[in-house]
């Protein structure tokens, strides 16, 4: 579920003035402050807000989302990686934002002696969003956005919020954030692959089990937060993986030169 905050005059609306007023427009915001719950219902006065807040908490939930960072993404530039996984047919239309949203702004004027968190700073998918289609059956939807960072941003104050909303009415059918800090240094050491092309993951998404091929080495299966999972020695052939749980992993083989290499993969259990 998303809660949606909208004040022109914030000094977090300023933070990227075209951007949010494109998202005032889409919901059609005519005055200040409005509140709205998943898009679906306008929540202001705040009397009504705890009723569409336990409605929409009521309604399952189908859609996941994970985000992994390309190798060498860093603190000023990279590429990640968007898994939209459903085990049900959505059977419908959506797009799908990601934002860098800031916390620590400090308020000026009237608001002077105050901080403002969660500003947008930008949309990876643009202000409209990428629109992506799921069809009435399970799937897996990937996607990926490039994504720079202004050196006047501060780092270590950044987050990601990404949503999935409908097209047709407005409704969020996942969100999912995360401290920036904590998904571009995953605890894997992202260094050079200097072997292109040695690694390669049969199937994406890879139902019940990890299958991959690769040169001599020895390949890794981690968890998206850095933990290590297995490991297994490779000798020009191919290697199985089988969490115990559906997620995004990263495979990655080390040869006995000490080159890289790192693939990701989505597993449906």
């Not at 009415?169 to 571009?184: A, G, P, Q, R, W």
């Not at 199985?240 to 990263?250: K, Q």
């Not at 495979?251 to 080159?259: A, F, K, S, V, Y």
Request: charged share 15%.
């Amino acid at each position: 579920m998303a809660i949606h905050f909208a004040s022109s005059t914030d000094p977090v609306y300023q933070a990227n003035p075209a951007q949010h007023a494109a998202r005032r427009s889409y919901y059609g915001i005519n005055a200040t402050p409005t509140l709205q719950v998943d898009g679906l219902y306008d929540a202001w006065p705040l009397s009504t807000f705890q009723g569409y807040y336990d409605t929409r908490m009521a309604v399952p939930c189908y859609l996941d989302i994970d985000i992994t960072p390309e190798p060498g993404s860093s603190s000023s530039e990279g590429t990640l990686n968007f898994a939209l996984a459903t085990d049900v047919g959505l059977d419908t239309e959506a797009s799908i934002h990601s934002m860098i949203n800031e916390c620590g702004i400090p308020g000026t004027g009237v608001y002077a002696g105050s901080e403002f968190n969660y500003a947008l700073r930008w949309n990876l998918f643009g202000a409209d969003g990428t629109t992506v289609v799921f069809g009435s059956s399970s799937e897996t939807i990937n996607i990926s956005a490039d994504y720079t960072i202004d050196p006047s941003w501060d780092w270590d104050e950044l987050y990601l919020t990404t949503f999935v909303q409908s097209n047709v009415n407005h409704e969020i059918l996942n969100s999912h954030m995360v401290k920036l800090t904590d998904l571009v240094t995953t605890g894997i050491e992202h260094q050079s692959e200097n072997v292109p092309g040695s690694l390669f993951v049969v199937n994406s998404p890879a139902f019940g089990a990890i299958t991959f091929s690769a040169t001599s080495g020895t390949v890794s299966l981690f968890s998206l937060d850095g933990r290590l999972m297995d490991s297994a020695p490779v000798s020009s052939g191919q290697g199985t993986f089988t969490p115990e749980a559906s997620g995004l992993y990263i495979l990655r083989l080390e040869t006995p030169q000490g080159d890289y290499a790192n693939r990701t993969v989505v597993l449906v259990k």
